[in-house]
């Protein structure tokens, strides 16, 4: 089978990994540390903390920016739940923005006429999370501009984007946010294994993120309560969690930032070849917005399914036969159980929900080969039912 995502690990990787097994060190330490200022200096970024996981790094990031029982988080329904259940883990009740036809992220104008009528209702959100959805930047000056004018918080949520850029600028450089979370999943851009960041350039947003993530506990004699009883002495000074990524993982995720450029030129160089296989199939390929280059993380197609006479179901599980792993990102949060018995419920955001009955994932990482690529459409042309290709050299 070929996977829609997969990590590329080299003997660089599984090296860094082994000299952190052998040393004294393997819980969060010095390695974190190199791994958190590689982050930072790549994006622009003041400061960066390493979690484990990109759920606490929402968690955490959320918290940091003070949301609360009472408050409000708005994000996109066309995202993974995580970027909703980070506002429900801090007591806020949770909205979504609907998504815009083209990118498929948060729509700033539909964000702009749900912050009009909160207005006018004093409801208006404390964060909102837009999200970039399958490694493309939002309209974050938008968002920006709006965030000014609103008073909101903003929280980028770039967990398919480390090595994207907005604006020739970096993602995670924070230039029109609040904080920036990334993700270190094994089929995102780079892996630890499991992992996650958040970037800010607040110093007083950094301290609380690295005291957050680790039991709310601090070791500086200015920031404690009482006088220290010795160099041993701590005291926890608010309610944090164990969200401490280990040296192992950031091992093998400051060995990857050494790839990142080669990891997200090659998915750029794959898209590209996608346009040229696919073009003229019954479908939508992704299109991407000027100020804005993708890493890529997903290959999101739209299906003319209203032409196929055939549904997405049974396309997908074809290609399943074919040996291609397609896949479906995403579910609209708000048509989750849990989100319905919250009071969601169809119908609430359209664009969202018509995007999710035609598109399908197809398998798109670095470490495939053209001849892979050329299999996978070919499965695809040959499931929607189109004539064979022409064979011509296609490079890209």
């Not at 997908?316 to 989100?339: D, F, S």
Request: proline residues 5%.
């Amino acid at each position: 089978m070929i996977p829609y995502g997969r990590q590329s690990i080299s003997d660089a990787d599984i090296q860094a990994v082994l000299e952190v097994l052998k040393s004294t060190w393997l819980t969060q330490g010095p390695t974190v540390q190199r791994f958190e200022a590689s982050v930072a200096d790549y994006c622009g970024a003041g400061h960066a903390v390493a979690v484990n996981s990109a759920t606490s790094a929402l968690h955490i990031a959320c918290l940091a920016a003070g949301l609360g029982p009472g408050d409000r988080l708005w994000t996109s329904p066309n995202t993974f739940v995580a970027s909703a259940n980070c506002g429900l883990y801090c007591g806020a009740s949770v909205d979504f923005v609907d998504i815009d036809p083209v990118s498929y992220n948060m729509s700033v104008e539909r964000l702009q006429e749900k912050l009009e009528r909160a207005e006018s209702e004093g409801k208006l959100p404390k964060i909102v999370i837009p999200v970039h959805f399958a490694g493309q930047s939002c309209d974050m000056e938008g968002i920006a501009r709006l965030a000014k004018r609103y008073g909101f918080r903003v929280i980028e949520d770039a967990s398919h984007g480390i090595g994207g850029r907005y604006q020739d600028q970096p993602l995670g450089n924070c230039r029109y946010s609040d904080m920036t979370v990334f993700s270190f999943h094994p089929v995102k851009i780079i892996t630890t294994g499991e992992g996650g960041m958040v970037l800010c350039n607040s110093s007083a947003l950094a301290e609380r993120l690295v005291r957050l993530r680790s039991h709310g506990i601090t070791s500086d004699p200015a920031r404690m309560k009482g006088e220290p009883h010795g160099p041993w002495y701590y005291e926890q000074i608010e309610l944090g969690f164990n969200y401490r990524m280990t040296d192992i993982q950031a091992a093998l995720g400051a060995s990857q930032m050494a790839m990142l450029d080669e990891f997200v030129a090659r998915r750029q160089y794959l898209a590209k070849r996608y346009r040229q296989l696919l073009d003229g199939l019954p479908l939508t390929l992704p299109r991407q917005h000027p100020d804005a280059f993708s890493a890529f993380h997903l290959y999101v197609i739209r299906l003319h399914t209203h032409a196929l006479g055939k549904s997405r179901r049974a396309i997908l599980e074809e290609m399943r036969g074919r040996g291609i792993t397609a896949h479906v990102h995403y579910i609209p949060v708000h048509t989750q159980p849990y989100y319905r018995a919250l009071g969601f419920a169809e119908g609430d955001f359209p664009e969202a929900e018509a995007y999710y009955r035609e598109i399908m994932t197809i398998p798109l990482f670095p470490a495939m080969s053209d001849a892979e690529q050329d299999q996978v459409a070919e499965a695809l042309r040959e499931t929607l039912g189109v004539a064979p290709a022409q064979k011509e050299a296609c490079h890209g």
